[in-house]
Structure formats: C-alpha cells, structure tokens
C-alpha cells in the first residue's frame, strides 16, 4: 500500500484520537488537535494529565476512546509509542499515525506485526491537512 493510500484509509475515521495533546498551544500535541478541528474533524484528546483540552474533554489512555475512534494520532516520545501501539492493538484501533520524532523502529515494526495501518515515513499531518497556525 502506498503512503497515500495508507494516509487516505487513516482519513476515514468517524473520530480521530490525539495521543500526545497538550494544552500548551506552541506545542505539536495541540497543533495537532487544533487542525483536526479546523479541518471539521471531531477528534479526542488523550493526555492523563489534562481534564479538557481546547475545550474537549481529555481521556486517560488509548483504551477510553470511544468504539467510533478508528485512527489515532501520535505525539509522545519513541519510547512511550511503542506502549501505544500495544495499547491500541489491544483497543482494536487499526490506523496509527506516527508524527514525525514520534516513531521508532520497534513502534513501527510492532505495528506492522499486528497488521495495523501505520504511517511513520516522516509524513505530518498538519502539512497533509493544511494546519494553519490562528489565534481560533
């Protein structure tokens, strides 16, 4: 499957999760949330440290998402994705998108194990979905 293909099976998720998502506006983990949003895209938070995040209410981890959360998007260090991709194997999510400085050769090759979709080729969503930095 190609990168496209592979980004364009991601994009159809009824919801995204944002693993990584941060209050802290300069950082990716918000930027990240904030263009799924501007993109009209109804996405969830997952930060155990945040209770709500741009207004959104935040869960704990991959396993609270909701059943309709398909995909999900990764900002957390290499070695903290890896326990993600266990995470999301076992929640049944199938897409994973690995941001750039997110992934990691076993993170990578553990997902591609478990049969998920995984992109971790240096792709960024925010370039693939237009991010654009606004005072929203």
Partial sequence: MSVQDKI???????????VGASSKRYKYGNKVLRCYLQNGREAIPVNPKEKEIEGIASVNSVAELPPDVQS??????????????????????????????????????????KGLNVIADGSCLLVVMGYREKSD
């Fill in 8 to 18: 364009e099976q991601f994009l159809k998720s009824p919801i995204f999760g944002v």
């Fill in 72 to 113: 999900i998007s990764v900002i957390t260090p290499p070695q903290v994705t890896e326990r993600i991709v266990e995470e999301a194997a076992q929640r049944g999510i199938m897409n994973i998108w690995m941001q750039p400085g997110a992934e990691s050769d076993a993170a990578v090759g553990s997902a591609e194990k």
